[in-house]
């Protein structure tokens, strides 16, 4: 009787967030090795369906680089990074857009298995990411940079109740394709989508000041403090474009973001709909 007691606790704990956020509308990205982890997967996939039920629209964007560059090794062509982004020639730009299509089938599978309802679309072929090319002092090929996002394709699935999962890939106005980094797109599609949230899923708890505490996580984060915490090296490596993707999306109207870690069980649940959260918010 305790246990169900609890269980009941937990539902009426969650019972304002949920009247809150009902029709509002989350854009979550998901990606990297955390993606090709079928427990991870499912779990995260299950917290996205039980958004969806709670009558939230919900967008989740997926990347694909540990998988991009697997295939890149099976074909025995060498992968180069500049600045964080990979340098992306006719090859490799046709194994990418074979790997993101194939996650992406995969993603809206999974989540039709459990229960939810989902589409799939493509930054390119449904011509959803308006691109162009990244500028760089080293030329890094069909990279691209965000421009727009077209919303009426991904409104009027989410209208239908579908969850959308949108690879990144964007087109520019000559039909040029780019590789587009999914954190960039995933917030540029939260800003114009007009999200209510960003959540940004990764394989650490969030922003810590000491990375060997787990009990030095930041909860909660303002904007202006980020360039502090950069200086002083409590933010850097893989977590700064990560904050960089939190505050692009606040500065185009995002309410609030969430850097949290995907490998804990029901994270997203237990970030959104609990009082303490469990990972990293960084708000205006």
């Known amino acids: 009787m305790d246990e169900a007691i609890k269980k009941a606790d937990v539902l009426i704990e969650a019972l304002p967030y949920i009247k809150e956020f009902r029709t509002k509308t989350f854009v979550i990205k998901y990606g990297g090795s955390i993606l090709s982890e079928d427990s991870i997967r499912k779990s995260v996939l299950e917290d996205i369906v039980f958004l969806s039920f709670m009558g939230i629209k919900t967008v989740l964007v997926h990347g694909g680089g540990p998988n991009i560059s697997d295939k890149m090794r099976k074909l025995g062509k060498k992968t180069e990074f500049v600045n964080g982004m990979r340098v992306t020639d006719v090859e490799t730009l046709k194994v990418v857009e074979d790997e993101l299509n194939e996650l992406n089938k995969l993603i809206v599978d999974d ?10 679309l493509s930054g390119k072929n449904h011509g959803i990411i308006r691109a162009k090319k990244m500028p760089s002092k080293v030329d890094v090929g069909f990279v691209g940079v965000v421009t727009d996002v077209q919303r009426d394709e991904i409104e009027k699935q989410l209208k239908a109740n579908a969850i959308v999962v949108i690879s990144p890939m964007g087109v520019d106005d000559k039909g040029v394709v780019y590789n587009i980094n999914a954190d960039e797109a995933a917030s540029k599609t939260a800003a114009f989508l007009g999200a209510e949230k960003f959540v940004l899923l990764t394989n650490v ?7 060997e505490n787990p009990e030095s996580l930041i909860g909660s984060l303002h904007v202006k403090d980020i360039k502090t915490l950069i200086d002083q090296k409590v933010i850097q490596s893989g977590m700064i474009p990560k904050v960089n993707a939190c505050i692009d999306a606040i500065k185009g109207g995002v309410k609030k973001t969430h850097i949290i870690d995907a490998r804990l069980p029901h994270a997203i649940l237990l970030e959104i709909f609990t009082d303490q959260g469990i990972g990293t918010e960084i708000i205006k």
């Open 111 to 120: 989540i039709r298995k459990i229960g939810g309802a989902a589409v799939g």
């Open 205 to 211: 708890r969030g922003v810590m000041r000491d990375a």
